[in-house]
């Protein structure tokens, strides 16, 4: 065993080094050289044959040698660590953040727009945001609203009812008395809301439809208050001046009752397709908190009085963009909605 055959192993070392591409390559390089039966093992068992007087350069060799190829092998093994990092992260795809958002992959149902432009309306005039519970019970539905058992108000509002005795809510009046009792006398609350009726579909009618309803409780309220707070709201919606009209009505809850009609906004009270020539747009039934709604919330009829309203959302919403069927804003259907953009 000579010398040169260490450096003949060295050589072939390093041409084998240089060709491996993976770890398998690689693990086979190291036993080749390593491995118990690899080629430094088998100078090793030649060490007896070596001349006396070489064995020790011969032993310092081929010791230098086993470490320089042990060094070369993690080397490599990190280097092909890294290349398949590398690799992995140029073949994913990354999610730039940075980039502008397609905003036109999708749009807010028409309802859910007007319904925060009211909201932010009524907040603005110093309202609070109130929500309610769609399934209730029949005492806040009905009969905390002064419409007790047997009273014909009831067949006017065709109920789902529930097994165990509640029901999905029909008016958003059904938060009325909760709401009384939370926030006492002198409070302005509006609580937007989603009301169910076991009603016959047509292009007016649905049995899910929304409702945005309104108490204001004070001392010296009036009809006046009422009047001014929606023609404020619709003033701020439509951006101009629109004047409204008292009806009267009949509502267990509201004592005198009212409905409310708005100049259509669209023709100015000319005549036109969406008021049906009338000029006029029902808006809202309304009227002055009936006494007995306010005992049962709590509150002294004798002392604070005030004035509630019912907007039917889902027509504001369809005077709003003139659509001329309550059923698409169920629907989903994305050829109507999708015309509709976050800001109207
Ligand atoms: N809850 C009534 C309905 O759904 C609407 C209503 C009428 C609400 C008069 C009111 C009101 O607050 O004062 O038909």
């Excluded at 938060?175 to 009603?199: H, S, T």
């Excluded at 009949?250 to 100049?263: C, G, I, L, N, V």
Aim: charged share 25%; aromatic share 10%.
């Amino acid at each position: 065993m000579e010398l040169n055959n260490i450096i003949e192993t060295e050589n072939s070392f390093d041409a084998d080094a240089k060709a491996v591409s993976n770890l398998q390559e690689l693990e086979n390089v190291r036993l080749k050289y390593l491995g118990k039966k690899g080629l430094i093992a088998d100078i090793m068992t030649k060490f007896r044959e070596v001349p006396a007087e070489q064995k020790r350069e011969f032993g310092q060799k081929v010791n230098a040698l086993k470490s320089k190829i042990e060094n070369a092998i993690e080397e490599i093994k990190l280097d092909l660590a890294k290349k398949q990092i590398e690799e992995e992260i140029k073949n994913t795809k990354m999610f730039d953040y940075s980039l502008p958002v397609d905003t036109n992959t999708g749009s807010l149902n028409p309802r859910t727009i007007i319904q925060k432009q009211v909201v932010d309306i009524f907040k603005d005039m110093g309202f609070v945001i109130e929500d309610g519970c769609e399934i209730e019970t029949e005492y806040n539905n009905f009969e905390s609203v002064n419409v007790p058992k047997n009273h014909p108000a009831r067949d006017m509002q065709d109920t789902f009812w529930l097994s165990n005795g509640q029901l999905l809510k029909t008016q958003t009046s059904a938060a009325q008395n909760r709401i009384l009792r939370d926030y006492g006398p002198v409070c302005k609350v509006i609580f937007p809301g989603r009301v169910f009726r076991n009603e016959a579909l047509d292009a007016r009618h649905e049995n899910t439809f929304f409702q945005l309803e309104g108490v204001v409780v004070g001392k010296n309220i009036t009809v006046a208050n009422l009047i001014y707070f929606e023609k404020a709201m619709l003033k701020a919606l439509f951006k101009k001046d629109i004047e409204v009209r008292l009806r009267p009505g009949f509502f267990p809850f509201t004592e005198p009752s009212y409905e409310m009609d708005a100049r259509c906004p669209f023709c100015s009270g000319r005549g036109c397709h969406t008021c049906g020539n009338s000029g006029w747009i029902e808006l809202c039934p309304c009227g002055m908190i009936h006494p007995n709604v306010l005992k049962m919330g709590g509150i002294n009829p004798d002392e604070y009085n005030g004035f509630a309203f019912g907007l039917g959302f889902d027509r504001l919403v369809m005077i709003r963009t003139n659509l001329d069927d309550i059923r698409y804003l169920n629907s989903n259907n994305l050829k109507v909605m999708s015309q509709f953009k976050t800001k109207m």
